[in-house]
């Protein structure tokens, strides 16, 4: 293959075309991105898309991207996530610049500029109830009404902000707001709220605070002291870049970064909104933030999904100006694309019915070898052979007349391969009293290990098989969409009710070939003819293995 063939297609993304633009110019030196997650959940698939376009922007280019929390709102945050995001964020394979850094770092500075603003007759603390603000504020339509304390005296409103961060005022009393135009048609412009009382400890800066800057008090200043170049955010902020800039243009800040925004990525069949994500969780819907059904990093992360896939999908994704739904079998075909590629071939009877070797002695192990990848040179795998082995139920039948073609398996009176092992013929069954089958009895043909069966045996296909002395139990399992409607939270009902009932089950009585008990956690194998199946990253171990199912060879929601 030529270089061309290989080269990944350069997907459109017109921040980078900026950056690009930029640097060119010398409009900007080198290029400084961030990634500013509010800890007030886990990320989600829609942030991995934001941390690989920013932390992806500023590798492109040689720049750096800053980690920074926006933890502004002590009320919805919390240390765990906290913790999550770090962890989330270095498992996709970025790392960020210098420290971790918090708006909460700048708490001091954005008092300070307050105070400036205020001198500067620029804010004033408004005593309105929040009821009666919202009244004062007027419409998208109708232009707002001033606040009969838009021009108290800026010692006042100095003396009245230091007495709210003294903690002498119920929440909710007053606010800053900052002096714009209560008739912008932009309704961000309408004398924004830059601080509130909140008497609440927050997990960086503890009790020291009892008002907190809003986000955009906050966003833009800590974008300029960090020395930001391109602060990239998604759509729904278009709004409030006139007010990010106003704050830029009336704050003696170090520097002048420009806000881009962006298509948030939305994928089909899932949600990707903290709240919602967060109701899952809490309703015991899900295991928890790392439930392999949750589009979470961390679900994701525990379904077997590598961060190379992940990055690769979104990476693969356009930057636009538009918001889009992105089909989920893209997601999934870039998770098969990925596993089929690195991961090691094992075999593993999910539903087990035991099949008995006639013609080989019980003491007799054989020991079969199979490659551990089609292409990749990652050696032999040694599988025991011997006289009691399972097969899965779904490769049997009694039913002689099923048609060669359709039924490529195993059938009573004929012939079968055994995966990298014997030709097999299936001569009885032994059936327990409710009918069920309990045992095949076979024989396995001599000579036909690697070799073709002598003339006139013709085995039907090849099945996968375990050792039934020599494999050992596990537990699979097995996942499937979360929601069995492509769009669960854009009808008009609750987004519950399109939980797909089918989405998680768990196969106690599975076999796996004895070499997977050395399995590391979180490594993925693909079980031949059933799917991608991850060791659990928590509850795997020899003695209790443990596997989910991360994907099955092909889409089965196709076509539904
Ligand atoms: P949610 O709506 O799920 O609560 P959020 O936007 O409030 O998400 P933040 O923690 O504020 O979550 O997001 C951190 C960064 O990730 C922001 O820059 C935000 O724009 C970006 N981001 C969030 N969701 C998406 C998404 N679906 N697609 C792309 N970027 C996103
Ligand atoms: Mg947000």
Same mark, same amino acid.
């Given at each position: 293959?030529?270089?061309?063939?290989?080269?990944?297609?350069? %997907?459109?993304?017109?921040?980078?075309?900026?950056?690009?633009?930029?640097?060119?110019?010398?409009?900007?030196?080198?290029?400084?991105?961030?990634?500013?997650?509010?800890?007030?959940?886990?990320?989600?698939?829609?942030?991995?898309?934001?941390?690989?376009?920013?932390?992806?922007?500023?590798?492109?280019?040689?720049?750096?991207?800053?980690?920074?929390?926006?933890?502004?709102?002590?009320?919805?945050?919390?240390?765990?996530?906290?913790?999550?995001?770090?962890?989330?964020?270095?498992?996709?394979?970025?790392?960020?610049?210098?420290?971790?850094?918090?708006?909460? +770092?700048?708490?001091?500075?954005?008092?300070?500029?307050?105070?400036?603003?205020?001198?500067?007759?620029?804010?004033?603390?408004?005593?309105?109830?929040?009821?009666?603000?919202?009244?004062?504020?007027?419409?998208?339509?109708?232009?707002?009404?001033?606040?009969?304390?838009?021009?108290?005296?800026?010692?006042?409103?100095?003396?009245?902000?230091?007495?709210?961060?003294?903690?002498?005022?119920? !929440?909710?009393?007053?606010?800053?707001?900052?002096?714009?135009?209560? #008739?912008?048609?932009?309704?961000?412009?309408?004398?924004?709220?830059?601080?509130?009382?909140?008497?609440?400890?927050?997990?960086?800066?503890?009790?020291?605070?009892?008002?907190?800057?809003?986000?955009?008090?906050?966003?833009?200043?800590? &974008?300029?002291?960090?020395?930001?170049?391109?602060?990239?955010?998604?759509?729904?902020?278009?709004?409030?870049?006139?007010?990010?800039?106003?704050?830029?243009?009336?704050?003696?800040?170090?520097?002048?970064?420009?806000?881009?925004?962006?298509?948030?990525?939305?994928?089909?069949?899932?949600?990707?909104?903290?709240?919602?994500?967060?109701?899952?969780?809490?309703?015991?819907?899900?295991?928890?933030?790392? &439930?392999?059904?949750?589009?979470?990093?961390?679900?994701?992360?525990?379904?077997?999904? #590598?961060?190379?896939?992940?990055?690769?999908?979104?990476?693969?994704?356009?930057?636009?100006?538009?918001?889009?739904?992105?089909?989920?079998?893209?997601?999934?075909?870039?998770?098969? &694309?990925?596993?089929?590629?690195?991961?090691?071939?094992?075999?593993?009877?999910?539903?087990?019915?035991?099949?008995?070797?006639?013609?080989?002695?019980?003491?007799?192990?054989?020991?079969?070898?199979?490659?551990?990848?089609?292409?990749?040179?990652?050696?032999?795998?040694?599988?025991?052979?011997?006289?009691?082995?399972?097969?899965?139920?779904?490769?049997?039948?009694? +039913?002689?007349?099923?048609?060669?073609?359709?039924?490529?398996?195993?059938?009573?009176?004929?012939?079968?391969?055994?995966?990298?092992?014997?030709?097999?013929?299936?001569? =009885?069954?032994?059936?327990?009293? +409710?009918?069920?089958?309990?045992?095949?009895?076979?024989?396995?043909?001599?000579?036909?290990?690697?070799?073709?069966?002598?003339?006139?045996?013709?085995?039907?296909?090849?099945?996968?098989?375990?050792?039934?002395?020599?494999?050992?139990?596990?537990?699979?399992?097995?996942?499937?969409?979360?929601?069995?409607?492509?769009?669960?939270?854009?009808?008009?009902?609750?987004?519950?009710?399109?939980?797909?009932?089918?989405?998680?089950?768990?196969? !106690?009585?599975?076999?796996?070939?004895?070499?997977?008990?050395?399995?590391?956690?979180?490594?993925?194998?693909?079980? !031949?003819?059933?799917?991608?199946?991850?060791?659990?990253?928590?509850?795997?171990?020899? =003695?209790?293995? %443990?596997?989910?199912?991360?994907?099955?060879?092909?889409?089965?929601?196709?076509?539904?």
């Amino acid at each position: 293959m030529s270089s061309k063939e290989t080269a990944p297609a350069r %997907v459109s993304n017109f921040i980078r075309d900026i950056i690009e633009a930029d640097l060119q110019s010398n409009a900007c030196a080198a290029v400084v991105t961030r990634f500013p997650p509010e800890p007030n959940g886990y990320l989600h698939v829609g942030h991995a898309k934001s941390i690989c376009l920013n932390f992806g922007l500023a590798e492109q280019f040689g720049g750096q991207c800053n980690l920074r929390f926006d933890d502004t709102n002590p009320s919805k945050e919390e240390q765990e996530y906290v913790d999550a995001i770090k962890a989330d964020v270095e498992w996709l394979g970025f790392d960020w610049a210098g420290e971790v850094k918090y708006a909460s +770092d700048y708490f001091d500075q954005f008092y300070a500029w307050a105070q400036h603003l205020i001198r500067e007759g620029k804010a004033y603390v408004c005593d309105l109830s929040a009821e009666e603000a919202s009244e004062y504020r007027g419409w998208a339509t109708t232009p707002g009404k001033n606040s009969p304390y838009r021009e108290r005296a800026p010692e006042e409103s100095l003396d009245l902000l230091e007495r709210m961060k003294n903690g002498e005022f119920a !929440e909710g009393a007053r606010v800053l707001r900052a002096k714009i135009d209560m #008739s912008s048609p932009n309704m961000n412009l309408r004398d924004p709220i830059l601080y509130r009382i909140r008497k609440q400890s927050h997990h960086q800066t503890g009790d020291k605070w009892c008002i907190y800057p809003s986000y955009d008090f906050a966003h833009g200043q800590e &974008d300029a002291i960090e020395g930001v170049t391109h602060s990239i955010c998604t759509l729904e902020f278009a709004d409030h870049r006139p007010l990010y800039e106003w704050f830029l243009d009336n704050l003696p800040v170090p520097s002048k970064p420009r806000q881009y925004e962006f298509g948030r990525l939305n994928l089909n069949f899932t949600v990707t909104s903290k709240r919602k994500l967060k109701q899952l969780v809490d309703d015991s819907v899900v295991s928890g933030w790392d &439930d392999p059904r949750m589009p979470t990093i961390s679900g994701m992360r525990r379904r077997g999904f #590598s961060a190379r896939a992940i990055r690769s999908f979104c990476n693969g994704l356009p930057v636009s100006k538009s918001d889009g739904v992105v089909d989920i079998a893209q997601l999934e075909s870039a998770i098969r &694309d990925d596993l089929d590629k690195h991961s090691t071939r094992a075999m593993c009877v999910l539903d087990p019915v035991k099949l008995v070797i006639s013609n080989l002695d019980e003491a007799v192990v054989e020991t079969m070898t199979a490659p551990a990848h089609p292409k990749l040179e990652l050696g032999l795998r040694e599988l025991p052979f011997t006289r009691e082995l399972y097969i899965d139920r779904a490769d049997f039948s009694e +039913d002689t007349t099923l048609s060669r073609k359709k039924f490529k398996r195993l059938v009573l009176g004929e012939y079968v391969r055994l995966r990298s092992a014997y030709v097999i013929k299936a001569d =009885e069954v032994v059936k327990g009293d +409710d009918g069920q089958i309990v045992e095949i009895h076979a024989s396995l043909v001599p000579g036909t290990v690697g070799e073709n069966p002598p003339e006139g045996i013709k085995p039907r296909g090849v099945i996968h098989w375990v050792s039934a002395t020599e494999g050992k139990r596990a537990t699979v399992r097995v996942y499937d969409r979360l929601f069995n409607h492509p769009a669960p939270d854009r009808g008009e009902a609750d987004f519950m009710q399109h939980l797909n009932p089918e989405s998680y089950r768990v196969l !106690e009585n599975c076999w796996v070939e004895p070499g997977l008990l050395d399995a590391a956690p979180e490594t993925v194998f693909q079980f !031949e003819r059933e799917g991608y199946f991850v060791a659990d990253r928590y509850d795997f171990s020899a =003695e209790t293995p %443990v596997f989910n199912k991360t994907i099955g060879l092909v889409d089965n929601w196709a076509g539904r």
